[in-house]
């Protein structure tokens, strides 16, 4: 069965560090890959998403992410992190043939100033 | 402009009382889903619709139910809350379904069981 796996429950990073928040999926055919973020009580807002082609994807607020199918892994950086990135973060891998979209257990950040 | 609304952003019941939670949208897409969030846990799927074609989880207990009138709208039926059943319920569209594109979502109805 297809899983995805956020490995890292909370992360504490200082504003203006760098920051790397990993995600693993098990999927047998070529994996549709999103990353959502959710402030505190509210909905889900898709960060970028990975379909085919390049595998270094671009998305909003100066994220970016990379897919390494040999590694199974779909890990998502900022270079330098801002207060207002504190959030949840989800990474989901998308059943093409279900029109699924199975979430991992997210990872909260923690920004301190 | 919100895409996807839902209503009320805040419901509380009492035990066993039946409660129904909204969703419109604006995108005129094809699927539709819910989800329940607990806290600090994943979103995991209820059902969703593509059309009026119902596809309902495996785990869903049968105390939730839905309904899609038109494309526009889908409500969740819970017929009688437990306490287990407190979290935010999350709607979201997509327009072929993820095959093709993300999904938009609500900000959520959070219930509460008293």
């Known amino acids: 069965a297809q899983s995805v796996t956020q490995p890292d429950i909370h992360i504490t990073v200082s504003e203006g560090a760098s920051l790397e928040l990993r995600c693993n999926y098990s999927?047998?055919?070529?994996?549709?890959l999103f990353w959502y973020v959710q402030s505190p009580g509210q909905g889900l807002q898709l960060l970028l998403k990975?379909?085919?082609?390049?595998?270094l994807v671009q998305g909003i607020k100066g994220f970016e992410a990379e897919f390494k199918r040999s590694q199974s892994s779909f890990n998502l950086r900022k270079p330098s992190v801002h207060w207002s990135d504190a959030a949840e973060y989800f990474c989901a891998v998308g059943e093409g043939d279900t029109d699924k979209l199975i979430f991992g257990t997210g990872t909260r950040l923690q920004v301190f100033p | 402009d919100a895409m996807v609304i839902q209503n009320p952003r805040y419901q509380v019941t009492q035990f066993g009382k039946p409660v129904t939670l909204s969703c419109s949208q604006t995108l005129n897409h094809n699927v539709m889903y819910w989800y329940q969030q607990k806290s600090s846990q994943a979103p995991k799927l209820l059902f969703h619709y593509y059309d009026k074609d119902f596809n309902n989880e495996a785990d869903t207990p049968d105390n939730f139910q839905s309904r899609r009138p038109n494309t526009s709208f889908c409500f969740l039926d819970i017929r009688s809350p437990g306490l287990g059943d407190a979290a935010m319920y999350l709607c979201?569209?997509?327009?072929?379904?993820?095959?093709?594109?993300?999904?938009?979502f609500g900000e959520g109805s959070r219930l509460t069981v008293l």
């Open positions: 999927y047998g055919a070529t994996p549709y």
């Open positions: 990975y379909f085919s082609g390049d595998t």
């Open positions: 979201a569209t997509s327009r072929y379904g993820t095959a093709t594109g993300e999904l938009f």
